[in-house]
């Protein structure tokens, strides 16, 4: 069966997540995640993609971000994907895919998971155990949302915006929903709508989607079609 085309439609909030072959080592030290900051910078600013959130792990990461084009997601992550693998390499010593395939993304509806995407890109160094304080994280947008830390690759979301009129109301309310933390169905619905490429958000948000583009949003309705009863003839 032919693998559908990724979803992506512009001004839409997109989560993409991109891991290394065979869960293998992307980033081995700090020089590595400021390189894939710097890139990802780079060809966000020349595509015209805002990032609103990103996380990068040892073996993987997460961005949070909404294309202006419907072509500009793509073209990003591949520049991505090729400059710094080309440098990657040339600084190990080493040649071959980094990469586990295509980087995986979905359509995400903003008023429902915009802000627990957020949270759950940000909470992923204490998931994996790596830090006991959020913000010690470096390689995260989490520092930002907390207002410690200045960032230019990001470009905060309106709905971070309107979590408080202060920047001081709008970190206090930001860090109750780290501590708050994600249920597992939201953190599952997150992930697996990432990984199978199907757009998250209710019926409206998906019925949408199907008006801007050809791509299918949601997965089909499991079970036969419905046979059409033909009138019998006199």
Partial sequence: ????????????????????????VIFQDA????????????YAQKFAVAVHGYVLMPNHFHLLVTPTTGDGLALMMQAVGRSYVRWFNQRHTRTGTLWEGRYRSTLIESERYLLACMVYIDLNPERAHLVQNLADWPWSSCAFHLGLRSDGLLTPHALYWALGNTPFAREAAYRQMLQTGLGS?????????TLRGWALGGPEFVAELHSKTARRAAKATAGRPKMVKKSKEN
């Fill in 1 to 24: 069966m032919a693998r559908l085309p990724r979803l992506s439609v512009a001004h839409y909030p997109h989560h993409v997540i991109q891991r290394g072959n065979n869960r293998q």
């Fill in 31 to 42: 020089r590595d995640f400021e390189r894939m900051l710097d890139t990802v910078k780079e």
């Fill in 185 to 193: 169905q939201q953190t599952n619905a997150l992930t697996d709508a």
